[in-house]
């Protein structure tokens, strides 16, 4: 009976044995790694061109404007934007800063993402928005202007 009971638990402690190895040395079907979390949502160099157009027609609709450029830092929904104004002339200092402003509010309302806008009519610094711009939609990679536009961005009050 001794026997019997002994080559029980043995059969036991096989059957167990080979179920555990079964289970844990098995490593079932290969599953795809799970995918990246996706990078926060950028605009393509096309579409920070296109933006940075409609918010330039946007500030020349203001009263007292002639020109603006418009450049752009940032991406997805964490949008600056930087712009020089050619202003008409004879405006008070008064009227100047109203036309800002308005240029400004205006540019912010009229697209989520832009969350930060300078506004400048400085000439000096409009030229170098200008620069900057150009050189971008001549296709030098941002990158290389970043400084440019980290400077134009610290100079503008």
């Not at 001794?2 to 059957?15: A, E, F, I, N, P």
């Amino acid at each position: 009976m001794k026997s019997r009971l002994h080559s029980g638990r043995v059969s036991l402690l096989l059957v167990l044995a080979f179920t555990t190895l079964s289970v844990a040395g098995c490593p079932g079907p290969t599953r795809k790694p799970s995918p990246a979390p996706a990078p926060p949502p950028t605009l393509e160099m096309a579409e920070f061109r296109q933006l940075a157009d409609s918010l330039s027609t946007e500030a020349v609709k203001v009263k007292g404007v002639s020109n603006a450029t418009v450049i752009l830092q940032g991406w997805g929904n964490r949008i600056n934007a930087i712009v020089g104004l050619t202003l008409l002339d004879g405006l008070s200092a008064a009227r100047q800063r109203e036309v800002k402003n308005e240029v400004a509010r205006r540019i912010k309302e009229s697209n989520p993402r832009i969350k930060r806008v300078q506004v400048t009519s400085d000439p000096e610094i409009v030229q170098r928005i200008k620069e900057v711009a150009k050189a971008v939609a001549d296709g030098k990679p941002v990158s290389e202007v970043q400084p440019d536009i980290n400077s134009i961005s610290r100079s503008i009050p």
